[in-house]
């Protein structure tokens, strides 16, 4: 983050390692300023484990509006290079 912080803004962010405790601190998270974050697992949100419940917090409270696939379904970011729009898909 040193290195790299000033470029790593991002509109989206796909959360690393299925949204555990260390997937996205705060700090990392304050440099992307993810408008969008989306979390890749199968639980369910009651089967996630306190440390995801953290990261969700943390999403929470940098305003990233969070799409979970066990809980949205199949989650596709449609971008023409400038804008871009969730489209979400339950199976």
Do not use: C
Request: positive net charge; proline residues 2%; aromatic residues 6%.
């Amino acid at each position: 983050m040193e290195q790299y912080g000033g470029q790593l803004k991002a509109e989206v962010l796909k959360v690393a390692d299925q949204g555990r405790n260390q997937a996205s601190s705060q700090p990392f998270l304050s440099k992307v300023d993810p408008q969008v974050a989306v979390i890749l697992t199968g639980k369910s949100r009651n089967e996630l484990k306190d440390s995801q419940e953290e990261v969700l917090e943390r999403l929470g409270e940098s305003w990233a509006e969070t799409f979970i696939t066990s809980q949205h379904g199949t989650i596709t970011i449609l971008s023409n290079g400038r804008d871009y729009r969730v489209v979400k898909r339950k199976t």
